[in-house]
């Protein structure tokens, strides 16, 4: 809400907040950070917030303000919640605690205001802002997709520790609150509307006016629909859940039950934040004393997990994300070229899902492919995957019928239009690659952005076949395409500076994480994933269960095991990444013999075929296959078998190998930084994120002990575990990935 509008009678001004009153007798604090777009609790605001509710406190008890109202002075943004530096700079539980109390001090002042108060929700609403919010007694929001409402603080390894864990069940029921503080996902206006968390949606054209005159008539008792609408949102909870020690008991159960399913046990933020809910049953909005017990023990366990590594480590991947969307500002020039039309060549099912990417950000694409069976093929990989959306309650059947239409086919070049981006995703093969970049050449403009959706193959390689090489590109999306938050985008050697901008611009509009790579074999995830892949692989001729091997990996948290994953990308395609990878490095990457015989069987190409390492059955993993297990035992004896590894060695010769890879990657240039290359691997692979990374956990491990197990495995098993020279030298030097790119 923009204070100019109302009319001053009475003003102050500071640095974040500025105060006013109008001759209505409401009081409007605005939050309007100077730092940044969105405002943020930084040390210095909450500081300041608490100055300006002494104020209020002051006004309220004389009698000079009727009510207030906080509002917010940025476009699509009530407060985005604290500043994560405040996360990041607790070192101990106790600090941890007494940041929590802190705030909880704040909020609570305010909820114990003698006067009516309304949060003005106009936009973002995370975190604090939302624990803000929660502490009035009034709640509107602005009917825009930019409104998102949630906690979001299990992500970053905390709980929410400003009083959310108390007000937010007794706002909008515990099994609702259970559900958003566990997950830390948002919710829309409309949803936060029916749930009770917010009392009006109004237009973003109308928000201001509307919300002022809404809060007029509350103020004057003219008008009870905010009654009446907690009421109905009220009757929509199950009474004998919500008010009954058993129901609320059966909420819990549930709850963890989900918890440990999510999370493997492997992130404490999910069960603390459970616990603590669990224990602060009592009470209702309004008793104090229940909400000072409740706060205390909010903020011991808040202490308890800002000070964990998992807290620390997800933090940090929090600011790399920060740090790729910032890139494209920082490192590259722009076209500012606006892409209002895209043009996918290649419409199966990796095409479609592309297709759906950009209808889903508003930006219509047409399909191209040599036959119209092959675009409906696209289409209805499209569709299924708003279907499935459709059917989580992401959108309705208006929304879904009109960004199907934003996607067009075609079966000529002549019928694509004028594109503003094209990207290539035929099949991955050289020859045809390079046949459809220069046979599209001639239908676009100049100035067209072209990027190739390569897995493993060279952009240099397909660029030779292009006039205009230097508006060409990678952009490699990782299946499935709704799912998976990263996108390499791949710089070849004559691809111009602001290309590389738009791309990352691009993939930044398009919702993915973008990490800029050197066109090398592999890029970067394929590159380092495949040499896990193919020494699980390897290690099947030596007898590994490897159902037990898969259980191994997803205890250490992988969020599938190696067999699994390669189930999941195709064993044809996991066999065609790892040959092109052999033929780039040599005996380092040798493919693991029992791919080359198990990709010949075509009904045992993982997941796609319904069969692989496990029988599939509607898309999902039953049983072991044993008709797989069959294969391998008649590999094993033709091959001689050998000694079947222990845990330890199956853990470290896959998982090693990877780290090791990783070292090369980076000694030549690959990825920009540790950090970027931790990002791809959890962005792009799933490794787990309260890890760290791949790089963070092997500097937590120790490079010098990473070092002796590869010379290990080397004398046992052979010279590709030799170690890589930039490796040995951290090692020689007792320093770990990120203290010698940080120069500690």
């Not at 009475?10 to 100077?34: K, N, R, W």
């Not at 002075?73 to 919640?81: D, L, R, S």
């Not at 004398?715 to 203290?739: C, I, K, M, S, V």
Request: proline share 4%.
């Amino acid at each position: 809400m923009n204070a100019t509008t109302a009319t001053d009678t009475e003003s102050t001004t500071a640095t974040y907040f500025t105060m006013e009153t109008d001759e209505g007798g409401i009081t409007t604090l605005v939050f309007d950070s100077p730092d940044g777009r969105v405002n943020t609790f930084t040390r210095a605001a909450i500081e300041e917030l608490a100055e300006h509710v002494t104020e209020l406190e002051r006004r309220a008890a004389e009698g000079s303000t009727r009510g207030v109202m906080f509002a917010s002075g940025k476009e699509g943004n009530f407060i985005a919640g604290a500043d994560i530096h405040l996360i990041r700079e607790i070192s101990t539980p106790q600090e941890g605690r007494e940041a929590a109390a802190a705030g909880q001090a704040i909020f609570a002042r305010i909820q114990d205001l003698p006067v009516p108060t309304l949060a003005a929700i106009n936009g973002s609403c995370m975190g604090g802002g939302l624990e803000l919010a929660l502490s009035c007694d009034y709640r509107t929001a602005a009917d825009s997709p930019r409104t998102k409402i949630g906690l979001p603080e299990t992500q970053l390894g905390v709980l929410p520790g400003w009083g959310g864990t108390f007000r937010l069940p007794r706002t909008v029921g515990w099994k609702q609150a259970t559900k958003m503080i566990l997950s830390g996902s948002p919710v829309d206006a409309g949803r936060a509307l029916r749930h009770g968390l917010v009392d009006a949606v109004y237009p973003p054209a109308f928000f201001d006016e509307w919300t002022r005159a809404l809060f007029g008539r509350l103020l004057d008792g003219a008008d009870d629909r905010v009654a009446r609408g907690r009421r109905k949102a009220g009757k929509r909870r199950s009474w004998i859940l919500e008010r009954t020690p058993v129901g609320r008991a059966l909420i819990f159960r549930a709850a963890a039950a989900d918890v440990k399913k999510r999370t493997g046990g492997h992130y404490p933020a999910q069960p603390e934040a459970l616990r603590v809910l669990r224990a602060t049953t009592g009470g209702a909005l309004g008793n104090r004393q229940a909400r000072r017990r409740a706060n205390a023990r909010e903020a011991g366990a808040f202490g308890r997990l800002a000070a964990t590594e998992e807290s620390t480590n997800l933090t940090r991947l929090f600011f790399a994300r920060e740090a790729a969307k910032r890139q494209e500002a920082l490192q590259y020039a722009r076209t500012d070229r606006h892409i209002s039309r895209a043009a996918v060549l290649g419409a199966g099912v990796m095409g479609g899902r592309i297709a759906w990417l950009f209808s889903s950000r508003d930006v219509p694409v047409v399909m191209k492919d040599i036959a119209w069976d092959a675009v409906h093929k696209g289409y209805q990989s499209a569709r299924e995957v708003y279907d499935q959306l459709r059917a989580r309650g992401k959108y309705d059947d208006r929304e879904v019928n009109l960004k199907l239409n934003a996607i067009h086919g075609a079966v000529s070049y002549e019928s694509i239009g004028r594109p503003d981006v094209v990207v290539e995703a035929v099949v991955e093969r050289m020859d045809v690659k390079r046949q459809v970049l220069s046979e599209l050449e001639s239908h676009i403009a100049d100035d067209t952005i072209v990027v190739s959706n390569t897995s493993a193959l060279s952009i240099d390689g397909m660029a030779s076949a292009l006039r205009h090489p230097e508006r060409f590109a990678g952009m490699h999306f990782f299946n499935p395409v709704n799912r998976m938050p990263l996108v390499e985008v791949i710089r070849g050697e004559r691809t111009a500076d602001a290309v590389i901008g738009d791309v990352v611009a691009l993939a930044l509009r398009l919702g993915k994480t973008p990490v800029v790579v050197k066109n090398s074999p592999g890029f970067l995830v394929n590159r380092l994933l495949l040499p896990y892949l193919n020494e699980a692989a390897v290690m099947l001729g030596e007898g590994v269960d490897y159902e037990a091997a898969d259980r191994l990996f997803a205890d250490f948290g992988m969020p599938m095991g190696p067999y699994t994953l390669l189930d999941e990308v195709g064993i044809d395609v996991g066999f065609h990444v790892a040959a092109t990878l052999n033929e780039a490095f040599g005996d380092r990457m040798a493919t693991a013999p029992v791919l080359d015989a198990i990709r010949t069987d075509s009904s045992l190409l993982g997941k796609k075929s319904g069969a692989g390492f496990y029988v599939y059955e509607n898309g999902k993993r039953r049983d072991a296959n044993p008709r797989m297990k069959e294969l391998i035992r008649g590999h094993r004896s033709s091959s001689g078998g050998g000694a079947r590894p222990g845990d330890r060695d199956i853990f470290d010769r896959a998982m090693l190998n990877m780290v090791n890879e990783a070292a090369y990657a980076l000694e030549e240039g690959v990825v920009g930084s540790p950090e970027e290359l931790d990002l791809a691997m959890i962005m792009g692979t799933g490794f787990p994120p309260f890890r760290g990374g791949l790089l963070r956990w092997a500097d937590r491990e120790g490079t010098g002990a990473i070092r002796d197990r590869l010379q290990d495995l080397r004398a046992r098993f052979g010279e590709r575990f030799a170690p890589a020279p930039l490796l040995a030298q951290y090692a020689d030097e007792g320093r770990g990935f990120f203290t010698a790119a940080d120069g500690d």
